[in-house]
């Protein structure tokens, strides 16, 4: 079962970029896909997007679509988000999660807050 | 994409069975059979409880069951537990090729 490690807590002024990794351990099976998903504080889970471990085939949500880059890379087995041009809205706990629709294993989350 | 309509809570007395509906589209999951559920505890990542509808992943209680009819996916906790108290979420894949997650059901245990 893969096990995914993320990076840890972020504090960002509005207007900034954020980049959140996500450590895959265990292996990594050639249609493997890892989602991105958010959860504002106190509400429900958004998902962002996804990419293909291997192919590097990405989705994005279109309402992210100007400001949100995935990359994944096999040798590091490491996924990344980088979410840009930041306002107090995208503050939540962001997790990346292993699957098309499974989500079979979740990383920890990791808190970014915008504040200025 | 809109989100998948959840009751916001619910609640029962250990011992007894509740379902929890999730009600989607033509576009989700009316599509296809890929609705998920998920537990989640305050402060805690999701955990999935049942994928592709109605599979139980290795370790989840069998008391934990999942159905879906047209565009209506349910999950059905029987025997309530206390270490059942928690938020849960369903997820469907759309036809757009992203997911879609339901607004979660907070369930209290009495």
């Known amino acids: 079962q893969m096990q995914l490690a993320q990076s840890g807590v972020e504090l960002k002024k509005p207007g900034a970029s954020v980049k959140v990794s996500c450590k895959a351990s265990?292996?990594?099976?050639?249609?493997?896909?890892i989602a991105w998903v958010r959860q504002p504080p106190g509400q429900g889970l958004e998902y962002m997007g996804r990419?293909?471990?291997?192919?590097?085939?990405?989705k994005y949500m279109q309402k992210f679509q100007d400001r949100l880059i995935f990359t994944a890379d096999t040798s590091t087995k490491m996924a990344t988000m980088d979410l840009g041009s930041l306002t107090f809205e995208d503050t939540a706990v962001y997790y990346c999660?292993?699957?098309?629709?499974?989500?079979?294993?979740w990383g920890q989350g990791t808190l970014v807050t915008v504040s200025s | 994409q809109s989100a998948l309509t959840q009751p916001a809570s619910v609640s029962a007395s250990p011992g007894q069975s509740i379902t929890i509906s999730c009600v989607g589209t033509?576009?989700?999951?009316?599509?296809?059979?890929?609705v998920s559920w998920f537990q989640q505890y305050t402060d805690k990542a999701p955990k999935v409880i049942i994928f592709?509808?109605?599979d139980r992943p290795s370790g989840v209680s069998y008391r934990f069951s999942g159905s879906k009819s047209g565009n209506t996916a349910s999950l059905t906790i029987s025997r309530l537990q206390a270490e059942d108290e928690a938020t849960y979420y369903c997820?469907?894949?759309?036809?757009?090729?992203?997911?879609?997650f339901g607004g979660g059901t907070k369930l209290t245990v009495l």
């Open positions: 265990g292996y990594i099976v050639s249609n493997d896909y």
């Open positions: 997820s469907s894949f759309t036809i757009d090729s992203t997911v879609v």
């Open positions: 592709d509808v109605r």
């Open positions: 990419i293909n471990f291997h192919s590097g085939a990405k």
């Open positions: 033509d576009s989700d999951i009316g599509a296809y059979n890929l």
């Open positions: 999660a292993r699957g098309l629709s499974r989500f079979d294993s």
